[in-house]
Nanobody, 121 residues
Framework: QVQVVESGGGEVQPGGSLRLSCTAS????????TIWYRQAPGKQRESIAG???????IYSDSVKGRFTISRDDDKNTMYLQMNSLGPADTAIYSC????????WGIGYDYWGQGTQVTVSS
């Protein structure tokens, strides 16, 4: 069994910063792609940042230049550093990790529980 837990959400003023963490635990042999999503009130969930199987970071246009995704595979943890936050960044942020628990290397999706980020003055 694999569990994924997020932390680091909260409320911040416009222009502020937050760092989210997403940590996997349990039976893990390999972590493949890892992705951050967010869902703002009344909107569809969107993917905003990810690290591919090759370790390359990718960003949506809405966060490029302000958010930085990183990963520490020794800690089974992914991070999202969010800078220059604005009210449009208010959303529930969720992480997904594609993780293998077997010798055969088949990866499955595991989701965190979601964490609220509110940007407000």
């Amino acid at each position: 069994q694999v569990q994924v837990v997020e932390s680091g959400g909260g409320e911040v003023q416009p222009g502020g910063s937050l760092r989210l963490s997403c940590t996997a635990s349990g039976s893990i042999t390999k972590i493949y792609a890892t992705i951050w999503y967010r869902q703002a009130p009344g909107k569809q969930r969107e993917s905003i940042a990810g690290i591919t199987n090759n370790g390359d970071p990718i960003y949506s246009d809405s966060v490029k230049g302000r958010f930085t995704i990183s990963r520490d595979d020794d800690k089974n943890t992914m991070y999202l550093q969010m800078n220059s936050l604005g009210p449009a960044d208010t959303a529930i942020y969720s992480c997904k990790m594609v993780i293998s628990s077997s010798f055969w290397g088949i990866g499955y999706d595991y989701w965190g529980q979601g964490t609220q980020v509110t940007v407000s003055s």
